[in-house]
């Protein structure tokens, strides 16, 4: 199925935002405000919500007139597209993740979709279920670069390669018999640690990246 | 495509003059009109890309200019404006991208570079030191004729001697200079493993483009560039890197970490790098340096990392492979065609021999320039992406080991097996080996640009 690559599912939705003549400042410029003061970090409810690896919200306005001899088009709506790289249900569907978020992020999904057309709100899980999947469009096709891995199994992968590379960095040149112990000390320590906050291992680097560059 | 014109070429982009006597002389200018005038002066004794025939001149001449050096020269606002933004900005502004942060940031630049007042470049090299100081005192009385310039710091740089002959070895002990790539239309004494590899695995050479502006590169498009046209073509552009190198550091690193490696002191030294010390490269004699491969052209390039996956022979974080990664991250090599450069370097300071006392505080190091069509796209992301971030090579956050702005947070990951002399090793806390001291981005225009330049010519409409 073309929504799923692996064990990642490739979420595209767009969502017709209200066009409201009466409104000031009109709808899609409120969403651009909303999302403006969204944190992108872990506090960033889409990453509180379980099961997303990555997201992303577009306010799309129009096609844009690139000039002759291109054809003037234009949509009928501006859009708001979501876009998330996440984790299915064991059934294989998005119903689970859907949930997830309206269970965690309610709030902001509300203060955002509200200005969409038939936004029916977070509470009734069934509605809104029903309109997320309304609005989806199949992705066809995208990339996602989590090496075929579930949210859960990434952050636990993560920290069991600090672990171990601390480990060995550590450990170079101690004798077999210490060695082991140390080694299975290790294995009992990562098998009791707690799941991994979501984006704990993120490296901050002191580079400025993006742009042209990345 | 056609034979380049290589007398409208200088000859710094096209050939490595291997002279082992050089000087980097920077310059403000303070008049526009006087400028000119020098410019006019210098361009009969600009060395081109003309070939020596008659053997190798007694000193050669080079020049380029920063973007507020062209602007000092009053070429027209449309034209400066139409400059790519990096090469605007130069490459202090470029700190926060580069990674030149930390020990490596401006402020601990040298003198010359703290203010913008650096707007030309002067590279002379000389066969011997008595024509290099010749050739610049020729310089100087045009700079003082002309009262165009004011010459600001002079960079000596020399080829290191062993026993009294001129090596390609760089301070750390590496023989340097292996790599550069070929381009089409460039005649060269080509070698496999210069250009780019082909699907059947052979090596051609890569689109002019990506050395010199007005021809096609890689992806068929023509590189960002100038206007008009006719200032830009056959010009390009140079990264100038004042690296500065940690001798001492770099020799108590290799006394400490070998006394743990089972490979011993000189095959750790080459895992750092990918080559032993004489330059056989780690992937042909993993075991030991084979002189006899150093010497054969048909050899010393012609490798690829395809069959060294797992990096048990040279690293998968190991200088070389980063900086040129062949076939490395797959596809015939053809995500790297995009990001290969020419480099220039010439080391500076005094060579000190094993088992002589070294210090990190003597200037001691390289200067490093780098020629590419597109700064941003070549240079700035090999630095970015490949020397000071690892994860196209699946190192993760590791640097370069060798090249890395560490600052004692470094890790380099050599890669082994299971075999006594070639064991695995995790090298922790890396300090910096090498660090920036200072430099800038310069448009090395054609000699019929500088002619323009000179006669106050260039026009953008």
């Given at each position: 199925?073309?929504?799923?690559?692996?064990?990642?599912y490739?979420?595209?939705?767009l969502?017709?935002?209200l066009n409201?003549?009466?409104?000031s400042?009109s709808?899609?410029?409120q969403?651009?405000s909303?999302l403006?003061?969204?944190?992108?970090?872990?506090?960033?409810?889409?990453?509180?919500a379980?099961?997303?690896?990555?997201?992303?919200?577009?306010?799309?306005?129009?096609?844009?007139?690139?000039?002759?001899?291109?054809?003037e088009?234009?949509?009928?709506?501006k859009?708001?597209?979501?876009?998330?790289?996440?984790?299915?249900?064991?059934?294989?569907?998005?119903?689970?993740?859907?949930?997830?978020?309206?269970?965690?992020?309610?709030?902001?999904?509300?203060?955002?979709?509200?200005?969409?057309?038939?936004?029916?709100?977070a509470?009734?899980?069934?509605a809104?279920?029903?309109?997320?999947?309304?609005?989806?469009?199949?992705?066809?096709?995208f990339?996602?670069?989590?090496?075929?891995?579930?949210?859960?199994e990434?952050l636990?992968a993560?920290?069991?390669?600090?672990a171990v590379?601390?480990?060995?960095?550590?450990?170079?040149?101690?004798?077999p018999?210490?060695?082991r112990a140390?080694?299975l000390?290790l294995?009992?320590?990562l098998d009791?640690?707690?799941?991994?906050a979501?984006a704990?291992?993120t490296?901050?680097?002191?580079?400025?990246?993006?742009g042209?560059n990345? | 495509?056609?034979k380049?014109n290589?007398?409208?070429?200088?000859?710094?982009?096209?050939?490595?003059?291997?002279?082992?006597?050089?000087?980097?002389?920077?310059?403000?200018?303070e008049?526009?009109?006087?400028?000119?005038?020098l410019?006019?002066?210098?361009l009969?004794?600009i060395?081109?890309?003309?070939?020596?025939?008659n053997?190798k001149?007694?000193?050669?001449v080079?020049?380029?200019f920063?973007?507020r050096?062209?602007?000092?020269?009053?070429?027209p606002?449309a034209?400066?404006?139409?400059?790519?933004?990096?090469?605007q900005?130069?490459?202090?502004?470029r700190?926060?991208?580069?990674?030149?942060?930390g020990?490596?940031?401006?402020?601990?630049?040298?003198?010359?570079?703290?203010?913008?007042?650096?707007?030309?470049?002067?590279?002379?090299?000389?066969?011997?030191?008595?024509?290099?100081?010749?050739?610049?005192?020729?310089?100087?009385?045009l700079?003082a004729?002309?009262r165009?310039?004011v010459?600001?710091?002079?960079?000596?740089a020399?080829?290191?001697m062993v026993?009294?002959?001129?090596t390609g070895?760089?301070?750390?002990?590496?023989?340097d200079?292996?790599g550069?790539?070929?381009?089409l239309?460039?005649e060269?004494n080509s070698q496999p493993?210069?250009?780019?590899?082909?699907?059947d695995g052979?090596?051609?050479?890569?689109?002019?483009g990506e050395l010199?502006l007005?021809?096609a590169?890689?992806?068929?498009?023509?590189?960002?560039?100038p206007i008009?046209?006719i200032?830009?073509?056959?010009?390009?552009?140079?990264v100038?890197?004042?690296?500065?190198?940690?001798?001492a550091t770099?020799?108590?690193?290799l006394?400490?970490?070998?006394?743990?490696?089972?490979?011993g002191?000189?095959?750790?030294?080459a895992?750092l790098?990918g080559?032993w010390r004489?330059?056989?490269?780690?992937?042909l004699?993993p075991d030991?340096?084979?002189p006899?491969i150093?010497?054969?052209?048909q050899?010393?390039?012609?490798f690829?990392?395809?069959a060294?996956?797992?990096?048990t022979?040279?690293?998968?974080?190991a200088?070389m492979?980063?900086?040129?990664?062949?076939?490395a991250?797959?596809?015939?090599?053809?995500?790297?065609?995009r990001?290969?450069?020419?480099?220039r370097?010439?080391?500076y300071?005094?060579?000190?021999p094993?088992?002589?006392?070294?210090s990190?505080?003597?200037?001691?190091g390289?200067?490093?320039?780098?020629?590419?069509a597109n700064?941003?796209?070549?240079f700035?992301?090999?630095q970015?992406?490949?020397?000071e971030?690892?994860n196209?090579?699946?190192?993760?956050?590791?640097?370069?080991?060798l090249?890395?702005?560490h600052?004692?947070h470094?890790?380099f990951v050599v890669?082994g097996d299971?075999?006594?002399?070639?064991?695995p090793l995790?090298?922790?806390?890396?300090?910096?080996f090498?660090?920036?001291?200072?430099g800038?981005?310069?448009?090395?225009?054609?000699?019929?640009?500088l002619?323009m330049i000179?006669?106050?010519?260039?026009?953008?409409?």
């Amino acid at each position: 199925m073309p929504n799923n690559s692996g064990k990642v599912y490739g979420l595209t939705i767009l969502s017709p935002i209200l066009n409201d003549d009466e409104a000031s400042p009109s709808h899609d410029l409120q969403i651009r405000s909303y999302l403006a003061g969204l944190s992108t970090g872990r506090e960033s409810p889409f990453a509180q919500a379980p099961g997303t690896h990555l997201a992303r919200l577009v306010v799309m306005d129009d096609v844009i007139f690139v000039g002759a001899p291109a054809v003037e088009e234009h949509l009928n709506s501006k859009y708001l597209i979501f876009e998330s790289n996440c984790d299915p249900g064991p059934d294989g569907t998005i119903d689970s993740y859907l949930q997830g978020l309206a269970e965690y992020a309610g709030a902001h999904l509300d203060a955002i979709w509200s200005h969409c057309v038939g936004y029916p709100g977070a509470s009734d899980r069934a509605a809104f279920v029903r309109y997320m999947k309304a609005c989806q469009l199949e992705t066809t096709f995208f990339f996602a670069a989590v090496n075929d891995k579930s949210v859960p199994e990434t952050l636990r992968a993560l920290q069991t390669q600090k672990a171990v590379a601390d480990f060995v960095e550590t450990h170079q040149g101690m004798q077999p018999g210490q060695l082991r112990a140390e080694f299975l000390q290790l294995v009992a320590t990562l098998d009791a640690a707690p799941m991994p906050a979501v984006a704990s291992a993120t490296v901050s680097r002191e580079m400025k990246i993006g742009g042209r560059n990345e | 495509m056609s034979k380049l014109n290589e007398t409208d070429i200088q000859g710094f982009v096209l050939r490595g003059y291997n002279l082992p006597y050089g000087r980097y002389i920077l310059l403000r200018f303070e008049n526009p009109d006087r400028a000119r005038a020098l410019v006019s002066k210098l361009l009969p004794i600009i060395t081109t890309g003309q070939r020596w025939d008659n053997g190798k001149p007694q000193s050669t001449v080079n020049i380029g200019f920063t973007h507020r050096g062209l602007a000092a020269l009053a070429l027209p606002d449309a034209t400066l404006l139409s400059f790519p933004v990096e090469f605007q900005q130069g490459m202090k502004k470029r700190a926060d991208i580069l990674g030149d942060t930390g020990l490596n940031a401006p402020a601990r630049w040298d003198d010359v570079w703290h203010g913008n007042d650096v707007h030309a470049w002067l590279g002379i090299n000389g066969l011997t030191a008595t024509a290099l100081d010749d050739c610049c005192s020729q310089l100087r009385s045009l700079f003082a004729e002309t009262r165009g310039a004011v010459e600001l710091a002079a960079q000596d740089a020399v080829s290191n001697m062993v026993d009294g002959q001129q090596t390609g070895k760089e301070h750390f002990g590496y023989t340097d200079g292996f790599g550069n790539p070929d381009y089409l239309g460039i005649e060269r004494n080509s070698q496999p493993g210069h250009g780019k590899q082909l699907p059947d695995g052979s090596w051609a050479p890569l689109a002019t483009g990506e050395l010199l502006l007005g021809y096609a590169d890689e992806a068929g498009e023509l590189p960002a560039a100038p206007i008009p046209h006719i200032l830009a073509s056959n010009g390009t552009f140079m990264v100038y890197r004042k690296l500065h190198q940690n001798l001492a550091t770099f020799r108590s690193f290799l006394d400490e970490q070998s006394a743990v490696y089972g490979g011993g002191r000189e095959k750790l030294a080459a895992k750092l790098i990918g080559r032993w010390r004489d330059g056989t490269p780690l992937e042909l004699a993993p075991d030991a340096p084979d002189p006899s491969i150093v010497k054969d052209p048909q050899r010393s390039t012609n490798f690829t990392y395809g069959a060294d996956g797992a990096g048990t022979r040279c690293p998968i974080g190991a200088h070389m492979r980063r900086a040129h990664p062949r076939d490395a991250f797959g596809f015939n090599g053809k995500l790297i065609d995009r990001r290969r450069i020419t480099r220039r370097g010439q080391t500076y300071g005094r060579f000190v021999p094993e088992g002589e006392l070294a210090s990190d505080a003597e200037e001691r190091g390289v200067v490093f320039m780098v020629l590419n069509a597109n700064i941003s796209r070549q240079f700035e992301f090999v630095q970015q992406q490949w020397i000071e971030y690892g994860n196209d090579a699946k190192q993760g956050n590791d640097k370069d080991p060798l090249m890395g702005n560490h600052g004692g947070h470094g890790k380099f990951v050599v890669q082994g097996d299971r075999s006594a002399t070639n064991p695995p090793l995790v090298c922790a806390h890396l300090p910096s080996f090498v660090e920036l001291r200072g430099g800038d981005y310069f448009f090395i225009p054609s000699m019929t640009a500088l002619g323009m330049i000179a006669m106050k010519l260039v026009d953008p409409r």
